[in-house]
């Protein structure tokens, strides 16, 4: 009699228990996808190919108002190696307030973008730590190349040198300003 009335007990609750509102939980918060130059820095650290994309997707989309672009002086641009940021710095001291040489944004080689798309990009590894990028981009309705060489930086992948359409090095011309200025 006694398991009789334990099994029926036992019957009753789990049966209550199946009949009660599901307690409900608050839906897990919803991360905002990463934009700008967080996005870019996001990239830099999964592979080369992810950053370049980031980078040309900024240029085709800028965020307004980037907090992470507003604090960027020059020779101190977290997407440059160290030795480009040195470079852009040299240059920048050297105009001595005038304009300095690098007074555009070499990722779109523009200082406006309008109409910016990438249209076909081909990675190149160069060993663990190193690699080109052969992008080709429209901006203000014309087709431009240019190749990106890469370099990881502790856990980011970072630009080394632009490289024109027409093989000029954006670190070679750099280089030539600071040993002139330090002559």
């Known amino acids: 009699m006694r398991i009789q009335a334990m099994t029926a007990a036992a019957v009753l609750v789990l049966t209550a228990a199946a009949c009660s509102p599901a307690e409900e939980?608050?839906?897990?918060?919803?991360?905002?996808?990463?934009?700008?130059?967080?996005?870019?820095?996001?990239?830099?650290?999964?592979?080369?190919?992810?950053?370049?994309?980031?980078?040309y997707a900024n240029a085709a989309a800028p965020l307004a108002n980037d907090p992470a672009a507003a604090s960027i002086t020059p020779g101190r641009?977290?997407?440059y190696t160290r030795t480009l940021n040195a470079l852009v710095g040299a240059d920048f001291h050297a105009a001595k307030g005038e304009v300095p040489y690098l007074n555009y944004d070499p990722i779109c080689a523009c200082q406006d973008a309008d109409g910016f798309a990438l249209t076909a990009l081909k990675m190149t590894p160069d060993g663990d730590r190193a690699a080109s990028a052969e992008v080709t981009f429209t901006n203000h309705g014309q087709t431009q190349r240019q190749t990106l060489k890469?370099?990881?930086e502790g856990p980011m992948w970072r630009i080394a040198d632009v490289i024109d359409g027409q093989g000029q090095s954006l670190h070679d011309a750099l280089m030539a300003i600071a040993e002139k200025a330090e002559g």
């Open 25 to 55: 939980k608050a839906p897990a918060p919803v991360e905002a996808p990463l934009s700008g130059r967080a996005a870019i820095y996001a990239a830099g650290e999964q592979n080369a190919e992810a950053f370049v994309r980031a980078l």
């Open 77 to 79: 641009d977290p997407l």
């Open 150 to 152: 890469l370099a990881k």
